[in-house]
């Protein structure tokens, strides 16, 4: 079983930065394509990043795209995503998910493991 555990949520201005990051514990990282997922109230859930097993493949939408970056390092068995220029619309909590496929797409059915989030608030 895997368990993932994200931190380094919080509250910052428009225009700051946040790292989010996600410890996985039970299986080695290496195993699994990764992405972070957002979900704010009244609001589906979306996907924000994946990141291949082997970190050669990337995959980010159209909102987050030059200001978010995910990475992951397997040594540590942790995955980031380094989040700037925020904007109030980023505002949500922010899930960590893992995939056993290779699977980086934006389907969040195809996750097959999941954190409990990490609140991010953007406001002035």
């Known amino acids: 079983q895997v368990q993932l555990v994200e931190s380094g949520g919080g509250s910052v201005q428009p225009g700051g930065s946040l790292r989010l990051s996600c410890a996985v514990s039970?299986?080695?990282?290496?195993?699994?394509?990764m992405a972070w997922f957002r979900q704010s109230p009244g609001k589906e859930r979306e996907f924000v990043a994946a990141?291949?097993?082997?970190?050669?493949?990337?995959n980010y939408p159209d909102s987050v795209k030059g200001r978010f970056t995910i990475s992951r390092d397997n040594g540590k068995n942790t995955v980031y995503l380094q989040m700037n220029s925020l904007k109030p619309e980023d505002t949500a909590v922010y899930y960590c998910?893992?995939?056993?496929?290779?699977?980086?797409?934006?389907?969040?059915?195809?996750?097959?493991?999941w954190g409990q989030g990490t609140q991010v608030t953007v406001s002035s």
């Open positions: 998910a893992a995939e056993s496929m290779g699977y980086i797409g934006t389907d969040s059915g195809a996750y097959d493991y």
């Open positions: 039970g299986r080695t990282l290496m195993n699994y394509a």
């Open positions: 990141m291949s097993r082997s970190g050669g493949r990337t």
